[in-house]
């Protein structure tokens, strides 16, 4: 049987943009609006971030290794992938 898990994610180019973002979550900022605001994943960017559930072979394994380790309501420090670089929040 194979765990599934739901998560959001905020996806950028750049390093420096993500570290820009961390700082603003720290603030106090809600993911769900920086997501929308600064995804260049269009797809989740309109839905808060939201990846819906997947399970372990979904993702690419990177960013897979990470989300599988969040506890509900951690968010990750900044992952790079082929595609950029994400932060990622566990919902479920």
């Given at each position: 049987m194979s765990v599934k898990i739901k998560c959001s994610h905020i996806l950028?180019?750049?390093?420096?943009?993500l570290l820009a973002i961390?700082?603003?979550l720290k603030n106090g900022e809600k993911f769900g609006k920086l997501a929308k605001e600064l995804s260049i994943d269009s797809g989740s960017g309109?839905?808060?971030?939201?990846?819906?559930?997947?399970?372990?072979?979904?993702m690419v394994?990177?960013?897979?290794?990470?989300?599988?380790k969040l506890q509900i309501g951690q968010v990750s420090e900044?992952?790079?992938?082929e595609f950029g670089y994400h932060i990622i929040k566990r919902l479920a």
């Open positions: 950028v180019e750049k390093q420096s943009e961390v700082e603003r309109k839905k808060d971030g939201s990846l819906g559930y997947f399970t372990k072979g979904m394994k990177k960013f897979e290794e990470v989300a599988f900044p992952v790079k992938t």
